[in-house]
């Protein structure tokens, strides 16, 4: 919007001319998104808290060693959502596709996260309460007390990454390959069938940062470090001189995910500041659902996918965990035994626990040490995928 009032304006003012130049926009971005979300999430917090507080907390039982955690609100993704349209809608291009298709994306995979916090507020022993009103009692029709089940988020997940695949195909100024590094000029064109290859960067994207959101601060910390990678990526995408100088592809307007993702990096920070351990807030599925969407988003946008398969190595690192985890476990299955009290398979496993952060847990490792750890191996895959860029 602030850039189409200064198309309009700016002969008349001249200050609105610095809306025109995209590095004034993200760094805007920045300071409005952490300013903002650090003054609202303390009112939030206490009014969300009360409410999981009035509810018993959180069912986590597939989590005995996080127990003390029952009672920390999982709704702190709402704010980064909402922060992030606010602000693609005051400061990116709207004549552009691209504030859209984020809303589209933010809101989509933001709504699916939000009814699975929400039914894991809910408890078996409170559905013929009348607490349950309202939202909870509309979002039982979605899925059971206790959160979606595996075969549920995969029957929404799947349509609304193949929906926005189709989007990205029919609206975005991309030639629908895929761009190998190191490579000059070796693609793999997909031609129509473009809407599933990227229905496919999106589902896996989206679902190892819902995975990795289990320790305090690791999601969102890992987040930040790729999405200042793609920061700097969208600039050199959408700049034809750059992009022809090293080698890339050329993007029309794709460095308007750049205020985008200095916007998010702000928020991020901002939430962080709450999240860490201990945290006060989780961000929920609502908040990683969204944010690995988004981040899927960006790489078919700046054709960069390879750049996010490195870059965010971590996530990717902890969905491989549970998959390998899923697979010795099933070949090797002889059965149930009590564990506990609990039914648990009685077979092999690759990993003391997946995702392979809750394996470090059970190797003694405390949780700052294994976030913090997280965070320099995010860094440098960050750094590392930067030479994808030139190495041509």
């Not at 699916?112 to 309202?134: C, T, Y």
């Not at 909870?136 to 799947?158: E, N, S």
């Not at 390879?306 to 299955?333: D, W």
């Not at 952060?357 to 320099?376: D, N, S």
Request: net charge positive; charged share 15%.
């Amino acid at each position: 919007m602030f850039y189409l009032l200064a198309e309009k304006f700016s002969s008349y003012l001249s200050p609105l001319n610095v809306f025109h130049y995209i590095s004034f926009r993200a760094f805007l971005g920045f300071l409005v998104a952490f300013v903002l979300l650090w003054f609202l999430f303390p009112p939030f917090l206490k009014r969300i808290k009360k409410s999981v507080q009035n509810l018993g907390g959180y069912v986590r039982e597939y989590l005995d060693h996080h127990l003390e955690k029952s009672s920390t609100p999982h709704f702190g993704g709402i704010l980064i959502i909402f922060t992030l349209l606010v602000l693609s809608f005051l400061l990116l291009r709207l004549d552009t596709p691209y504030p859209y298709l984020a809303a589209v994306v933010l809101i989509s995979f933001g709504g699916l996260g939000l009814i699975d916090d929400l039914l894991k507020l809910i408890k078996k022993e409170h559905l013929q309460e009348e607490n349950l009103k309202g939202p909870l009692r509309w979002v039982l029709k979605l899925g059971v007390p206790g959160g979606l089940t595996v075969k549920q988020k995969l029957l929404f997940q799947i349509p609304l990454s193949l929906f926005i695949g189709i989007l990205i195909y029919l609206f975005l100024p991309i030639d629908g390959k895929l761009h190998f590094p190191f490579f000059k000029n070796l693609t793999l064109d997909f031609g129509i069938f473009y809407p599933l290859w990227a229905a496919f960067v999106i589902f896996i994207t989206s679902t190892a940062v819902n995975l990795t959101d289990g320790l305090d601060g690791l999601a969102i910390g890992t987040s930040l470090t790729t999405a200042a990678v793609f920061t700097l990526v969208s600039y050199l995408v959408g700049n034809y001189i750059y992009a022809h100088y090293l080698y890339i592809p050329y993007v029309p307007h794709a460095g308007e995910l750049t205020v985008l993702l200095s916007a998010f990096i702000g928020a991020g920070l901002a939430f962080l500041w709450y999240n860490t351990y201990p945290a006060k807030v989780f961000m929920g599925d609502s908040g990683s659902l969204a944010i690995g969407a988004l981040l899927g988003f960006v790489a078919l946008a700046t054709e960069s996918e390879f750049i996010l398969f490195l870059a965010g190595g971590l996530f990717f690192i902890e969905l491989l965990s549970v998959v390998l985890q899923i697979l010795v476990c099933r070949t090797t299955k002889k059965g149930e035994k009590l564990v506990n009290g609990k039914k648990v398979a009685d077979c092999k496993r690759l990993f003391k626990m997946a995702p392979i952060h809750h394996h470090f847990e059970k190797l003694g490792w405390k949780e700052p040490q294994i976030v913090v750890r997280f965070w320099i191996i995010s860094t440098l895959l960050g750094i590392l995928s930067l030479t994808l860029l030139k190495l041509r």
